[in-house]
T-cell receptor, first 113, second 115 residues
């Protein structure tokens, strides 16, 4: 079945360092979405990428969608303690599973002050 | 507050009991989704509705699970004869179906503990 994989599973950085998480899908995606989940919280939508090779920025966050639309990355420049949480990528299903999102396992980011 | 709401936020039950959770989506959203999340994992899809019609069900949704959205607004998820393996966070999300985007907005979840 369709799978979405993320690496690394955990990342510990000192405040001010950069952070990157990578997402790979077993199938070509129509779009990819990124969510952030704070400890004890629920997933919060960050962004959606639709076009091949698309790059979007949100302040210190840069999101990329691969040319083949099978991979994506999230890069955070100069991390802050407020960036702590788990970052998930998710891709929609296809055909009979079109309505669902397939989530990766997430990358848990810890930031030391 | 116009976000997705879920009740209860926490539920502790004994094995074998039935439980029911409620989700109220964002008012103008026509799609409603249920996911389950266990510790260290991403959300796993259970089922989704477009208006009142249940369009997809995951294999994870055994015969003990049933979901309804009778009037196309709120939804309920019932688990019968709960098992310890059902302990998880149950997340509801809603979206407005558009041509190329279908961003899902999640509620705070209901944490189920089966003793």
């Amino acid at each position: 079945g369709q799978q979405v994989m993320q690496i690394p599973q955990y990342q510990h950085v000192q405040e001010g360092e950069d952070f990157t998480t990578y997402c790979n899908s077993s199938t070509t995606l129509s779009n990819i979405q990124w969510y952030k989940q704070r400890p004890g919280g629920h997933p919060v939508f960050l962004i959606q990428l639709v076009k091949s090779g698309e790059v979007k920025k949100q302040k210190r966050l840069t999101f990329q969608f691969g040319e083949a639309k099978k991979n994506s990355s999230l890069h955070i420049t100069a991390t802050q303690t407020t960036d702590v949480g788990t970052y998930f990528c998710a891709g929609p299903g296809r055909g009979s599973t079109l309505g669902r999102l397939y989530f990766g396992r997430g990358t848990q980011l810890t930031v030391w002050p | 507050d116009t976000g997705v709401s879920q009740n209860p936020r926490h539920k502790i039950t004994k094995r074998g009991q039935n439980v029911t959770f409620r989700c109220d989506p964002i008012s103008e959203h026509n799609r409603l989704y249920w996911y389950r999340q266990t510790l260290g994992q991403g959300p796993e899809f259970l089922t989704y509705f477009q208006n009142e019609a249940q369009l997809e069900k995951s294999r994870l949704l055994s015969d003990r699970f049933s979901a309804e959205r009778p009037k196309g607004s709120f939804s309920t998820l019932e688990i019968q004869r709960t098992e310890q393996g059902d302990s998880a966070m149950y997340l509801c999300a809603s979206s407005l179906e558009l041509a190329f985007t279908d961003t899902q907005y999640f509620g705070p979840g209901t944490r189920l503990t089966v003793l």
